[in-house]
């Protein structure tokens, strides 16, 4: 099946008429083909985009708000087709693209429908000057968003609805990884009557179809969500352009864990936090640092636990672990593994590629735990990405503190005590820009969504994403 470039309301094939070969993760087969798409398709993407602004931008945010509504409708209605369609892309659990993925692109535009209704600006009064100062938040245009490929459409939709419902219009890349779902969100948007040239889908290489998007004149903002390397790269590029930028980048994150928690909702959590999705979500807790008190115990019950997750075909109902991405995703989880090894890290389970009766080139890997005992090692450091964490003991507050704010990234950490003063004191000197406490991942889509450090720039979720999406302008007045 060839996937299509959708622009201006019509899927179209790519200019040169180059394809790209799409995996399917969990057998290793090519079973769709993506358009590479060159600077003449992005080109024509931002013409469909420029041509629509002047009346999307000008339309009454009632009828924004619809069409938004309609689109996570759809959505919804499509949940179990979307979530397969997902599922065999990415390699990801049906469960998981059931319950998460899919859910969360509905709520994506379900939130940004009724939240451009109550987005509104601010007005200062100048007394004694005579003056009315307003400010107008008006669309920036045409904006790029570009997505990764661990949570497609979620992640896709969490960039567009904003967008959109603030009353740009946009070009849009998925990654060249998972693009089926975007794909399919185009023929929803039709469906849901959003006019032609609003939303334009490019498919493509980042190097190519990615640079051209970030290189366009006229392209005023760029939303990223990816690689921090990639992000160092985009900000270069887009820097001397003056260009609007969001970036949210990778993670190093630490997960706390103090004696006087609620042991077993953290255990139970702290699986998931360190393999859900394949431990391919920026969030993951993948430096795990526990009290001395309770640090073998907690190994023990750990090993047990994560020994009992079953890797398996992501179709399969009772699959934990599906396929990793890629294989070159696949061979760089292999490598980190040796890299630990070769610093005196222990493997306590895991550390071995899988293999699937019947699925024999799938991409599966066993859910790892390594024990280290310096956080300046490069697992410790670097962001593998995968279904690896590391655990370490620590003694006091401040070693824990200390560890945790050791790396370069700052996206979010965790944090289990149920001591107040303590809450509050790693809350306020955590360097990340989310702490979840007795908790992970829970989201409220008000919340500002982004990371601190070498995890990027801007914030995403709530009116940040309207802030990001549209360009103040003070009015002042003066009268008589
Ligand atoms: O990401 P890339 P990759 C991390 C994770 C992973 C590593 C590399 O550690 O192993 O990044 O993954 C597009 N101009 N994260 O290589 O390349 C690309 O086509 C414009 C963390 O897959 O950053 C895709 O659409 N765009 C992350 C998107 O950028 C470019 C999620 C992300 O791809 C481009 C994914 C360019 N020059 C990976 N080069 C997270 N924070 O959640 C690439 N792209």
Redesign the pocket.
């Known amino acids: 099946m060839n996937i299509k470039n959708y622009i201006n309301g019509i899927f179209i094939n790519p200019t040169e008429g180059n394809y790209i070969d799409n995996y399917n993760p969990s057998n290793g087969e090519v079973y769709s083909q993506i358009p590479n798409s060159t600077k003449e398709d992005v080109e024509k993407a931002y013409e469909a985009a420029e041509k629509a602004f002047p009346s999307w931008s000008n339309t009454a945010l009632v009828a924004r708000s619809k069409i938004l509504f309609k689109i996570a409708e759809l959505i919804k209605g499509k949940l179990h087709f979307l979530a397969e369609a997902e599922s065999k892309d990415n390699g990801k659990p049906i469960s998981l693209a059931k319950a998460i993925d899919i859910p969360r692109a509905a709520a994506n535009f379900q939130f940004y429908a009724n939240a451009i209704t109550q987005f509104s600006s601010e007005a200062h009064e100048s007394i004694g000057l005579n003056a009315m100062n307003f400010t107008l938040r008006q669309p920036i245009g045409v904006v790029g968003c570009?997505?990764?490929?661990?949570l497609p459409l979620y992640l896709f939709s969490w960039k567009i609805a904003p967008a959109i419902a603030a009353g740009n219009c946009v070009v849009a890349?998925?990654?060249?990884?998972t693009p089926m779902t975007a794909f399919l969100l185009g023929e929803i948007c039709t469906e849901a009557g959003l006019p032609k040239g609003v939303l334009n889908i490019v498919h493509g290489?980042?190097?190519t179809t990615?640079?051209a998007?970030?290189e366009h004149p006229n392209i005023k903002a760029i939303s990223?969500?990816?690689?921090?390397?990639?992000?160092a790269?985009?900000a270069r590029v887009a820097a001397p352009m003056f260009k609007k930028l969001s970036l949210?980048?990778?993670?190093k994150n630490p997960n706390i864990i103090f004696a006087d928690c609620d042991y077993e909702k953290m255990l139970e959590t702290t699986v998931r936090s360190s393999f859900a999705n394949q431990g391919q979500?920026?969030l993951c807790g993948s430096r795990i640092f526990v009290e001395e008190k309770i640090y073998d115990k907690f190994k023990k019950d750990f090993i047990k636990k994560v020994k009992q997750l079953k890797v398996g075909h992501p179709s399969k109902p009772n699959t934990d672990i599906g396929a990793l991405v890629s294989k070159e995703?696949l061979e760089?989880i292999e490598a980190y593994v040796e890299i630990a090894e070769n610093e005196g890290g222990r493997i306590l389970c895991g550390g071995l590629e899988v293999t699937i009766p019947g699925y024999e080139n799938g991409y599966y890997f066993q859910p790892t735990i390594i024990e280290v005992t310096d956080n300046s090692c490069r697992i410790n450091q670097e962001?593998?990405?995968g279904p690896i964490v590391t655990i370490m003991p620590f003694k006091t507050d401040k070693e824990a503190l200390q560890l945790a704010n050791d790396t370069k990234y700052g996206l979010s950490s965790t944090l289990w005590t149920n001591n107040l003063n303590r809450t509050m004191q790693f809350s306020k000197q955590l360097h990340t820009g989310i702490v979840w406490v007795n908790t992970w991942m829970l989201r409220d889509l008000r919340t500002p969504f982004g990371g601190q450090k070498a995890s990027g720039i801007g914030r995403e979720g709530g009116f940040e994403a309207l802030r990001f999406f549209t360009e103040p302008k003070n009015i002042c007045i003066q009268y008589e």
Do not use: A
């Not at 890349?173 to 990884?177: A, D």
């Not at 990223?224 to 992000?231: E, L, M, V």
């Not at 949210?248 to 993670?251: H, M, Q, T, W």
């Open positions: 570009i997505s990764p490929w661990n890349k998925p990654s060249e990884i290489l980042g190097t990615g640079q998007i970030v990223f969500t990816g690689g921090t390397k990639t992000g790269h985009i949210e980048l990778g993670g979500i920026c995703h760089k962001e593998v990405f």
